[in-house]
């Protein structure tokens, strides 16, 4: 086996690993964006639920304005129908007075529709202020949450940022190029272990002569998958007795 195999399996592991916290670093900003949408939405329903409110208070108030308005009429007829001398001005009166009242029945009654959903909207404030609390609330937590795994994260990264340094200080310049752009081509996979005499990645046989090559002691070629084009490396498995040896130490 190359003396660089060993180092570079390691560097590989390594940037594995610094891959998935980096793809969890990634993720994290996503997140907090939808925690700040559920709080916004909550806002914006509140704001909503306040501005019809808002309306509705004011379409009262204009209605009041013509209940009162029309009852100012009728009284105005009354008191102008017990000045009036002819029964013919005295009639008229009684008309208008019949229609203005009319009228103060339709401004009532649109009064209390609006009363009511006065009263509708307000229920929808109260509800939606509370939901906000409860959305904040959970926001903090979650925000909270996001923050130590993101804190966890980057210290983890600077630990396998220390691990992949050593692990690449030991692999020489141009090895390390040749793992880097493989690695880029195939998704940070630059080496690839044989099994079965196939390359554990691709699963291109690898030639008799080579394998036979990749298992003499003391060879220290570095060899490279006809497939794919990944470094290739092989693990002697362990004797029976080796494997029994390494059961018992583990156990």
Same mark, same amino acid.
């Given at each position: 086996m190359h003396p660089s195999i060993p180092r570079l399996i390691? /560097? $590989?592991? %390594?940037?594995?690993? @610094?891959?998935?916290? $980096?793809?969890?670093?990634?993720? /994290?900003? *996503?997140? %907090?964006?939808?925690?700040? #949408?559920?709080?916004?939405?909550?806002?914006? $329903? @509140?704001?909503?639920? +306040?501005?019809?409110?808002? !309306?509705? /208070? #004011?379409?009262? *108030?204009i209605f009041e304005m013509d209940v009162q308005s029309w009852k100012d009429k009728v009284t105005k007829y009354k008191d102008q129908s017990a000045q009036v001398k002819s029964n013919e001005a005295y009639k008229a009166l009684l008309h208008e007075i019949e229609m203005a009242e009319a009228e103060i029945t339709k401004a009532e009654d649109r009064l209390l529709d609006r009363m009511m959903a006065g009263e509708e909207y307000e229920v929808r404030v109260k509800e939606a202020e509370k939901t906000l609390k409860e959305v904040e609330k959970g926001a903090e937590f979650d925000l909270a949450q996001i923050k130590a795994e993101n804190d966890a994260a980057l210290k983890q990264k600077a630990t396998l940022d220390?691990?992949? +340094?050593?692990a690449a200080a030991a692999v020489g310049e141009e090895l390390l190029d040749?793992?880097?752009?493989?690695? +880029?081509?195939?998704?940070?996979?630059? @080496?690839?272990? %044989? *099994?079965?005499?196939? =390359?554990? +990645? =691709? !699963?291109v046989v690898v030639r008799p002569h080579v394998f036979q090559e990749m298992r003499r002691p003391g060879n220290e070629e570095l060899y490279r998958c006809e497939g794919c084009t990944r470094i290739l490396y092989y693990i002697e498995p362990p004797q029976p007795a080796q494997a029994q040896a390494q059961a018992n130490s583990s156990s």
């Amino acid at each position: 086996m190359h003396p660089s195999i060993p180092r570079l399996i390691e /560097l $590989q592991e %390594v940037d594995s690993r @610094l891959a998935e916290v $980096q793809a969890r670093l990634d993720a /994290l900003p *996503k997140r %907090v964006m939808a925690v700040n #949408k559920r709080v916004e939405e909550a806002r914006r $329903q @509140l704001a909503e639920s +306040k501005t019809a409110l808002t !309306g509705s /208070l #004011k379409d009262r *108030k204009i209605f009041e304005m013509d209940v009162q308005s029309w009852k100012d009429k009728v009284t105005k007829y009354k008191d102008q129908s017990a000045q009036v001398k002819s029964n013919e001005a005295y009639k008229a009166l009684l008309h208008e007075i019949e229609m203005a009242e009319a009228e103060i029945t339709k401004a009532e009654d649109r009064l209390l529709d609006r009363m009511m959903a006065g009263e509708e909207y307000e229920v929808r404030v109260k509800e939606a202020e509370k939901t906000l609390k409860e959305v904040e609330k959970g926001a903090e937590f979650d925000l909270a949450q996001i923050k130590a795994e993101n804190d966890a994260a980057l210290k983890q990264k600077a630990t396998l940022d220390a691990e992949r +340094k050593e692990a690449a200080a030991a692999v020489g310049e141009e090895l390390l190029d040749n793992y880097h752009r493989i690695a +880029k081509r195939h998704g940070g996979a630059a @080496l690839a272990e %044989v *099994k079965s005499e196939r =390359c554990g +990645k =691709c !699963g291109v046989v690898v030639r008799p002569h080579v394998f036979q090559e990749m298992r003499r002691p003391g060879n220290e070629e570095l060899y490279r998958c006809e497939g794919c084009t990944r470094i290739l490396y092989y693990i002697e498995p362990p004797q029976p007795a080796q494997a029994q040896a390494q059961a018992n130490s583990s156990s």
